[in-house]
């Protein structure tokens, strides 16, 4: 099975201030098709998790722009230009390559 | 919009059986894979089974392999999960979720799972 880890796991963070997230996977995320299928979901306090980024850097409809998704290869970082009390929560990295694993969660509060 | 429901949880003994189920709205559930997710509380998540849209092609987590039936009514966007012989590590919120292998766009509040004696 393909292992993401991401680091931290705990992220304490000043609002206003910028956050990043890394995920790292024990193989390489590039499909046969030529895509990457490594996602990123958030999930919030009680609620279940929603998509934010999807194939590396593709921000979902509705996902503010201070949000942003990049790497390649087995590397990959999720940034949040300036956090905001909202987003606060669980934030997973999803890789779809090979089957579905899920890293371990970074949960992001405020300082 | 897109929604997902899901039903059918409780609690439920160690060897015992639940049936869930996800009703779909807002997309089109019939030309789309769907997957079943859990996550113990406060717990990550797991994949657990996936279906193909016309419902030839069924895929399950080793855990529960040969314990647990993915199946899909294209008729009335629903999908189910027949748990059978259930264990206490089965225990978890279950969700249902849009996409296969790839990807999974939109994903139900789930509803959870106890098994206990």
């Known amino acids: 099975d393909v292992v993401l880890t991401q680091t931290p796991l705990s992220l304490p963070v000043t609002l206003g201030q910028p956050a990043s997230i890394s995920c790292r996977s024990s193989q390489g995320l590039v499909h046969s098709n030529g895509n990457t299928y490594l996602h990123w979901f958030q999930q919030r306090p009680g609620q279940s998790p929603r998509r934010l980024i999807y194939?590396?850097?593709n921000r979902d409809s509705g996902v503010p722009d201070r949000f942003s998704g990049s790497g390649s290869g087995t590397d990959f970082t999720l940034k949040i230009s300036r956090v905001e009390a909202e987003d606060v929560g669980v934030y997973y990295c999803?890789?779809?390559?090979?089957?579905?694993?899920f890293g371990q969660g970074t949960k992001v509060e405020i300082k | 919009e897109v929604q997902l429901m899901e039903s059918g949880g409780g609690l439920v003994q160690p060897g015992g059986s639940l049936r869930l189920s996800c009703g779909v709205s807002?997309?089109?559930?019939?030309?789309?894979?769907m997957t079943w997710v859990r996550q113990v509380p406060r717990k990550g998540l797991e994949w657990v089974a996936n279906i193909k849209d016309d419902g030839s092609e069924e895929y399950y987590v080793e855990s529960v392999k040969g314990r647990f039936t993915i199946s899909r009514d294209n008729a009335k966007s629903s999908l189910y999960l027949q748990m059978n012989s259930l264990r206490v590590e089965d225990t978890a919120l279950y969700y249902c979720a849009t996409g296969g292998t790839h990807d999974l766009g939109y994903w139900g509040q789930g509803t959870l799972v106890t098994v206990s004696s």
């Open positions: 999803m890789q779809g390559t090979h089957w579905v694993t």
């Open positions: 807002g997309f089109t559930f019939s030309r789309n894979w």
């Open positions: 194939q590396v850097s």
